[in-house]
């Protein structure tokens, strides 16, 4: 049997390793020494407790996502417009970008602050090739 010392990629562990992580910490808790004993009676590989318990946490945080895919967000000509407009006049009266999405969102039905942020800084607020 191998013997894993650094952290664990995800990879490394295979489905059935992963199921039973799940299985044993809803059956006996946190008890990871337990668990890590339990995973390598039937792995190929020596896994160590933090391991096994980050692997845990990984599994975790991944059912909480949904494993959802990025919101695809559309923008029409006027919207682009709409906001550029909104926020050039922001901009001429304060200094900084604070609170200038929050204000916006309020006037652009359908978008969040971030769709409004991300849009801004990534495609509007950019001078175009060519134009000065």
Known sequence: ???????????LFSELEDGMIKRLQEEVGNKWTY??????ESSECEWDPVQV??????LEIEEADGHK?????NWTPDEDAQ?????????KRQTS??????HIVTKMPGKT???????????LSKPK???M
């Open 35 to 40: 668990i890590t004993e339990r995973i390598n």
């Open 83 to 91: 906001l550029i407009s909104l926020c050039k006049k922001w901009l």
């Open 97 to 102: 970008t604070y609170g200038m999405y929050a």
């Open 113 to 123: 602050i971030p769709d409004l942020r991300n849009h801004w800084e990534r495609k």
């Open 69 to 73: 895919k990025k919101r695809r967000v």
């Open 1 to 11: 049997m191998g013997i894993r010392k650094e952290h664990a990629p995800r990879a």
């Open 53 to 58: 318990r980050t692997r845990f946490m990984q």
């Open 129 to 131: 090739p060519g134009r």
